[in-house]
């Protein structure tokens, strides 16, 4: 009542009556937490109590819900904090299995640089007018296969030969698809060509080896320079069937300038 409903200020002013609780018994274990299942308010309420109080704070957003929403929701909470260094523990609570919260706030804390990679960071082109494969059925057979693998690795799914490598470059391993092959790159160097129904098994043995050897062991063990050649092929060949607008970009400006009116 007196703040008018459920403010951050309300939240905070219940944390410290709670806190006040421990102090009277000389209690200092504790870690706070005001989560909420509004975003904006939790964000509100936690900074308000960093600003407030030293005590360690645990975050989460509250019954967030069911994926994929609720993981937006969680991450865009905890995220935000995390990054200006307020939160020591978090809590995704979504209404999925148990398994999935505790995977997306590993994950989480990866993407984020506060915790040591231990598994695969699969990253893959949203896929356009060039993309010569499924990049959604790829990248989702590939996330299954590296699932349960502990592999500290960048690995990208890419669906052209003509962009892909390039785009690419500062992951450990890629695949990109051309003329039905799949054209592997190890730090955008390409070392060898698969099949195209081959990618996800290629992709599994080249990081296991780069795991266990390193990416300059990979390149070493490649015939880059036939690999190159196939690629170069491939592209050239994408190249001359798309041409150089695959998206068909030239129309699209012409459009949008009539629609706008700038034409
Ligand atoms: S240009 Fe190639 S790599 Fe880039 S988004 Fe399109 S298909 Fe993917």
């Known amino acids: 009542e007196k703040h008018g409903g459920l403010t951050a200020a309300a939240m905070v002013e219940s944390a410290l009556q709670e806190i006040a609780y421990f102090n009277e018994v000389n209690f200092g274990a504790i870690k706070i937490s005001v989560k909420a299942s509004n975003v904006p308010l939790m964000v509100e309420a936690y900074r308000m109590l960093a600003d407030t109080v030293n005590y360690p704070l645990h975050l989460g957003v509250t019954e967030a819900g069911p994926p ?27 209404t999925a299995d148990p398994v999935e919260e505790a995977r997306a706030g590993r994950q989480l804390l990866e993407a984020l640089g506060l915790r040591e990679r231990k598994n695969v960071d699969l990253i893959a082109c949203p896929s356009c007018g060039r993309a010569e494969i499924d990049v959604i059925d790829v990248a989702n057979r590939a996330m299954k296969a590296f699932e349960d693998k502990k592999l500290p690795l960048q690995i ?40 195209e129904d081959e990618m996800v098994d290629a992709l599994v043995e080249w990081a296991e080896f ?27 060949q994408a190249l001359d069937e798309k041409g150089d607008d695959a998206n068909n970009a030239s129309a699209k400006i012409v459009e949008i300038r009539k629609t706008v009116g700038n034409d």
Do not use: Q, W
């Open 68 to 94: 994929p929403a609720g993981l937006v929701k969680a991450t865009a909470g905890i995220a935000t904090l995390l990054m200006e260094g307020i939160g020591d523990t978090i809590r995704y609570s979504l």
């Open 156 to 195: 990208a799914v890419m669906g052209c030969v003509v962009n892909g490598p390039g785009e690419a470059r500062e992951a450990d391993l890629g695949i990109a698809a051309g003329n039905k092959r799949g054209h592997l790159f190890v730090k955008g160097r390409n070392v060898a060509v698969v099949p």
């Open 210 to 236: 780069i795991h266990e050897h390193g990416t300059d062991a990979a390149i070493a063990r490649a015939d880059t320079a036939r690999a190159e050649r196939e690629a170069a092929r491939d592209r050239s």
